[in-house]
Every structure is written in structure tokens, then in C-alpha cells.
């Protein structure tokens, strides 16, 4: 007997020589339940045998070891208690404890731990056999030899089924998209996002067009005319909607935003920089005209009369350093000068308030449309670009490839309150006569029966104002100077 073995020692055999006929007959009763250490002297080291009471100690077995203590079963208790096992599991003379694990096992516990091993081995079994009837139910019914009519009698409602299936692991057994289920796809769809929130991007990327995984996140590819329908119109059409979403939107395309006074609108805005650099352009202008004529009868500044009264001449001064230094420092020559004499001057300051006067405006109408967007339909109005290799037909016939590029944007949230919002609504909608997600094939589609039928609304286009912010334009415009001056 193995030295670390002593009489009246508890093991259980984890293993043994299976190829010797004797051990096999003996132990396989044995294998993975608890027994008791026999010390009989001349007779050798035996075990106790829940069918022939005692068999001799083979230094060839695996086993491990239990501590001792005062409660464990005598062997007349032990025997009994390990052929109520066998019964219990069914399988009478070779029952063992799958769960049994030795090591765990508290001194002075041995019972108790046997009784709950049995019991979760048995909650197995049960388990088991439960899953075998689930397993053929779902098979009859993706073969149509039973409908979900027949479920719902079973099991209650479509929702316990698909809980208890899901419980046991065995929802992937089911096909929701399965074409013979379409006259109760969207209660079965319904029932699965019910039981998994998640499976709405299952739904998404397997029903609708133009929506991408990338990462852990879901994708449309934007179209903007679509996204331009789920507009109520009212002073703009779908067209121009969709060109101010795309970011291409011309103001001039649809109104001017010149500017009458120049020198109010424009120079008398910007910052002492920006002032500084025109002003160094019109001293210039000046220097190269040498001389700058009027008419008494034109509402001309009065620092004008004075210097030519001064010069001794009539609607007429010559522009030296010292009368331009002069001119530069009156606010009523500068306007005169920039708005009714210098042309170049007021050429480009009238072209940096209109740049700046439209960009400043369709950027505003972007962010107030997207606005309305977000949250809505998509997650944020940040896309992002990409590029894809996209099948096409070459000049000698053959297929070929080329780069292809597209914009998309972030749905993630969206998307799931969106197929979530109207599986509630369309729940019980079903079979030919009613519109499946399917059916719809994209997002957008899928979004417009949300908004015309519910649970989502149209959305409105926003007030778009007709003037841009003025704090924007006094920095576009000073930013701009130096691109035209």
C-alpha cells in the first residue's frame, strides 16, 4: 500500500488500468466516488465495495486523498449511500461524480458534499433531457412540421420560448430570417431584441442596406437626398436641403449678399491688423495717383476744401506724404476714399464680405439642419470619408476595379432606438399584407414608415436665418484680408 495511506483513510479513485480484467470488474464501480482504506493485516489493504462489500488495494490506482473526521460514513453507510448514486443517476453498478471535486471537500463534509454533488448531477441530467426536447422542438419547427401556433400553446407565448431557449443556449438554433417565418417575423424579431437589445445590429446588417460595421460601432453610407425627404419643407425644397447637408451648398446660387458701404460694413469691422493692411494698400493707391480731383458739388469731406484751399487750388490736391498722412487720419476721407475712389480697394473688400457673408450663412444652416439629425437618425454629424474598390465594366469588356469613394456616419445609438421603436409599433404585423423590416430593405425606408406610421416624427426644418452671426463675420473678415490685400 502507498506509504501515505493508512487504515480507515478516505479516497476516491481517479483512475486505474483499464486493460487488467480484474481492476476493471473492481474499480470501474469505484471510479470518481469516495471510499473507505482496509488495513485487514494478513488479508491486505482493501476498499469498500458497494457490491462486494471489500476488494483488495491495487498499488497501481490513481486516487485522491480526503482528510479525515469524526462524521464520515461507516462502511455499512458508505456502501448504501453510493448504490442510492447508482440508482439515482440510472446507471446502476457504474454511476460516477462528474462534479466531485476532492480538493474542496471540508474536513468532516464528506456527506453533505456527496448529497449536493448528486443533487447538481441530477439537476444536469434533468437539465439535459429538457434540452433534448427543446432541440427537437426547434428543429420541427425550422423543418415547418410544427408551426408557432403550436409553440405558443406549449410554452405559453413566442416570448417564454424564445427566453427558455436563449436560458439554455440554444437560441442559435433558431433562424429568425428564415423565409418561412415572414407571417411572424416581426414578433419573432421583437421577441429576440427583446431577450437581447443587441440583436438589433444582427437585424441591421442582415435587412438593411448601407449599414457598415466598423470596430464596434455601425456605420450608414450617407445619401443626402434621402436624408433631405425626412424633412416637413417649408421656405427650402428637398434640393436644396440635400445640398446643405452635403456641405456643397452656394448661397449665391440662390441670393447675393454684396454690401453697399464697404467702409461701414466691412473696414470699419475689422481688427487693428487687418486695418493696418488695407490702410498700407490705400497710402499706396494714393502715392501712385499723385494728385485727386473732386467736385465742390459731391458731398465730399471737408478736410478736402482745406487742403486745397491751402494748396491754393479748386476741386483738386496733391497727395503728398504729408496730405495723405492727413487724409489717413480722417474718418470721412477714408469712407469717401474707399466707398466712391479707389475701386481696387473696394473691389476686394466687397469680395471679402460676400465670401465671408455665404460661408458664414451655409455653414450656420448646415449645423442647424444636422442639428435636427442627430440623435434622431444619426448618432453625430462628424462622418468620416472612405474609400473602396467598386466593380466596373473596362473599355475592352472585361470586369475590372476602381477606387470609389463614399461619406459615413455614426448610428450606432440611433440605429438601435430606430428598429427597437418600430418593432413595438409593428410587432404584430406580419405575413404578406404587412410590411416586414425586410420589406423595407434600407434605414432611411425603414425610418419614413417610422415617421409616417410611428413611433418617430417628421422632422422639421429649423428657422435658417438670413443674417450670419456678426461676431463671425468681423473674424472671417479680418482672418481674410491678407488673401486679398
Given at each position: 500500500m502507498n506509504m501515505d495511506l493508512k487504515d480507515g483513510d478516505y479516497i476516491v479513485i481517479t483512475g486505474y488500468n483499464t486493460d487488467d480484467f480484474y481492476q476493471d470488474q473492481f474499480y470501474r464501480h469505484l471510479i470518481n466516488k469516495p471510499t473507505k482504506v482496509w488495513d485487514l493485516g494478513n488479508r491486505g489493504v482493501h476498499l469498500t465495495h458497494p457490491y462486494l462489500d471489500m476488494?483488495?488495494?491495487s498499488d497501481g490506482l490513481k486516487y485522491e486523498k480526503i482528510e479525515s473526521g469524526e462524521d464520515l460514513p461507516s462502511h455499512k453507510e458508505l456502501k448504501s449511500l453510493t448504490q442510492n448514486l447508482d440508482k439515482i443517476m440510472g446507471r446502476e453498478g457504474k454511476g460516477e461524480l462528474k462534479n466531485l471535486r476532492v480538493k474542496k471537500i471540508k474536513k468532516g463534509k464528506l456527506k453533505e458534499t456527496i448529497i449536493k454533488v448528486l443533487h447538481e448531477e441530477e439537476e444536469e441530467k434533468k437539465k439535459s433531457r429538457a434540452n433534448e426536447k427543446l432541440t427537437k422542438i426547434i428543429d420541427n419547427l425550422n423543418n415547418r412540421e410544427i408551426d408557432f401556433s403550436m409553440v405558443e400553446k406549449l410554452f405559453g407565448s413566442i416570448e417564454r420560448f424564445v427566453s427558455?431557449?436563449?436560458?439554455?443556449?440554444?437560441?442559435?438554433?433558431?433562424?429568425?430570417?428564415?423565409?418561412?417565418?415572414e407571417d411572424i417575423q416581426n414578433s419573432l424579431l421583437h421577441t429576440f431584441v427583446k431577450n437581447d437589445p443587441n440583436f438589433v445590429y444582427t437585424i441591421a446588417t442582415t435587412l438593411l442596406n448601407g449599414i457598415t460595421k466598423v470596430g464596434d460601432d455601425y456605420y450608414y453610407d450617407a445619401d443626402y437626398s434621402e436624408l433631405a425627404d425626412l424633412f416637413k419643407t417649408r421656405?427650402?425644397?428637398?434640393?436644396?436641403?440635400?445640398?446643405?447637408?452635403?456641405?456643397?451648398?452656394?448661397?449665391?446660387?440662390?441670393?447675393?449678399?454684396?454690401?453697399?458701404?464697404?467702409y461701414r460694413d466691412v473696414y470699419d469691422n475689422l481688427d487693428h491688423y487687418a486695418k493696418s493692411v488695407v490702410d498700407e494698400h490705400i497710402v499706396n493707391e494714393l502715392k501712385a495717383m499723385e494728385t485727386l480731383k473732386f467736385s465742390l458739388y459731391k458731398r465730399t469731406p471737408e478736410l478736402f476744401e482745406e487742403i486745397a484751399e491751402e494748396q491754393g487750388t479748386e476741386e483738386e490736391i496733391k497727395l503728398t506724404d504729408e496730405v495723405i498722412a492727413r487724409l489717413m487720419t480722417d474718418k470721412d476721407s477714408i469712407r469717401y476714399l474707399i466707398n466712391l475712389e479707389l475701386d481696387e480697394v473696394r473691389g476686394n473688400l466687397s469680395s471679402i464680405y460676400s465670401t465671408c457673408y455665404g460661408d458664414i450663412l451655409s455653414t450656420q444652416w448646415y449645423n442647424d439642419l444636422w442639428g435636427e439629425l442627430v440623435g434622431v437618425v444619426v448618432d453625430s454629424k462628424d462622418?468620416?470619408?472612405?474609400?473602396?474598390?467598386k466593380s466596373v465594366w473596362e473599355k475592352d469588356g472585361k470586369r475590372g476595379t476602381k477606387t470609389a469613394y463614399g461619406r459615413r456616419y455614426k448610428v450606432t445609438k440611433c440605429l438601435k432606438d430606430i428598429i427597437k421603436g418600430w418593432l413595438d409599433v409593428n410587432q404584430n404585423k406580419n405575413g404578406f399584407n404587412e410590411n416586414t423590416?425586410?420589406?423595407?430593405?434600407?434605414?432611411?425606408?425603414?425610418?419614413?414608415?417610422a415617421m409616417e406610421y410611428g413611433p418617430m416624427d417628421w422632422l422639421n426644418v429649423p428657422r435658417l436665418d438670413d443674417y450670419p452671426d456678426w461676431r463671425e463675420m468681423n473674424k472671417c473678415m479680418s482672418e481674410n484680408v491678407e488673401s486679398y490685400f
Amino acid at each position: 500500500m502507498n506509504m501515505d495511506l493508512k487504515d480507515g483513510d478516505y479516497i476516491v479513485i481517479t483512475g486505474y488500468n483499464t486493460d487488467d480484467f480484474y481492476q476493471d470488474q473492481f474499480y470501474r464501480h469505484l471510479i470518481n466516488k469516495p471510499t473507505k482504506v482496509w488495513d485487514l493485516g494478513n488479508r491486505g489493504v482493501h476498499l469498500t465495495h458497494p457490491y462486494l462489500d471489500m476488494v483488495p488495494f491495487s498499488d497501481g490506482l490513481k486516487y485522491e486523498k480526503i482528510e479525515s473526521g469524526e462524521d464520515l460514513p461507516s462502511h455499512k453507510e458508505l456502501k448504501s449511500l453510493t448504490q442510492n448514486l447508482d440508482k439515482i443517476m440510472g446507471r446502476e453498478g457504474k454511476g460516477e461524480l462528474k462534479n466531485l471535486r476532492v480538493k474542496k471537500i471540508k474536513k468532516g463534509k464528506l456527506k453533505e458534499t456527496i448529497i449536493k454533488v448528486l443533487h447538481e448531477e441530477e439537476e444536469e441530467k434533468k437539465k439535459s433531457r429538457a434540452n433534448e426536447k427543446l432541440t427537437k422542438i426547434i428543429d420541427n419547427l425550422n423543418n415547418r412540421e410544427i408551426d408557432f401556433s403550436m409553440v405558443e400553446k406549449l410554452f405559453g407565448s413566442i416570448e417564454r420560448f424564445v427566453s427558455l431557449v436563449k436560458d439554455r443556449g440554444l437560441i442559435d438554433l433558431i433562424d429568425p430570417f428564415n423565409r418561412d417565418f415572414e407571417d411572424i417575423q416581426n414578433s419573432l424579431l421583437h421577441t429576440f431584441v427583446k431577450n437581447d437589445p443587441n440583436f438589433v445590429y444582427t437585424i441591421a446588417t442582415t435587412l438593411l442596406n448601407g449599414i457598415t460595421k466598423v470596430g464596434d460601432d455601425y456605420y450608414y453610407d450617407a445619401d443626402y437626398s434621402e436624408l433631405a425627404d425626412l424633412f416637413k419643407t417649408r421656405d427650402f425644397g428637398p434640393r436644396v436641403i440635400e445640398y446643405i447637408l452635403s456641405g456643397e451648398y452656394d448661397p449665391y446660387e440662390y441670393g447675393s449678399y454684396d454690401t453697399d458701404d464697404e467702409y461701414r460694413d466691412v473696414y470699419d469691422n475689422l481688427d487693428h491688423y487687418a486695418k493696418s493692411v488695407v490702410d498700407e494698400h490705400i497710402v499706396n493707391e494714393l502715392k501712385a495717383m499723385e494728385t485727386l480731383k473732386f467736385s465742390l458739388y459731391k458731398r465730399t469731406p471737408e478736410l478736402f476744401e482745406e487742403i486745397a484751399e491751402e494748396q491754393g487750388t479748386e476741386e483738386e490736391i496733391k497727395l503728398t506724404d504729408e496730405v495723405i498722412a492727413r487724409l489717413m487720419t480722417d474718418k470721412d476721407s477714408i469712407r469717401y476714399l474707399i466707398n466712391l475712389e479707389l475701386d481696387e480697394v473696394r473691389g476686394n473688400l466687397s469680395s471679402i464680405y460676400s465670401t465671408c457673408y455665404g460661408d458664414i450663412l451655409s455653414t450656420q444652416w448646415y449645423n442647424d439642419l444636422w442639428g435636427e439629425l442627430v440623435g434622431v437618425v444619426v448618432d453625430s454629424k462628424d462622418g468620416e470619408d472612405y474609400s473602396y474598390q467598386k466593380s466596373v465594366w473596362e473599355k475592352d469588356g472585361k470586369r475590372g476595379t476602381k477606387t470609389a469613394y463614399g461619406r459615413r456616419y455614426k448610428v450606432t445609438k440611433c440605429l438601435k432606438d430606430i428598429i427597437k421603436g418600430w418593432l413595438d409599433v409593428n410587432q404584430n404585423k406580419n405575413g404578406f399584407n404587412e410590411n416586414t423590416i425586410e420589406y423595407f430593405g434600407n434605414y432611411i425606408s425603414l425610418i419614413k414608415d417610422a415617421m409616417e406610421y410611428g413611433p418617430m416624427d417628421w422632422l422639421n426644418v429649423p428657422r435658417l436665418d438670413d443674417y450670419p452671426d456678426w461676431r463671425e463675420m468681423n473674424k472671417c473678415m479680418s482672418e481674410n484680408v491678407e488673401s486679398y490685400f
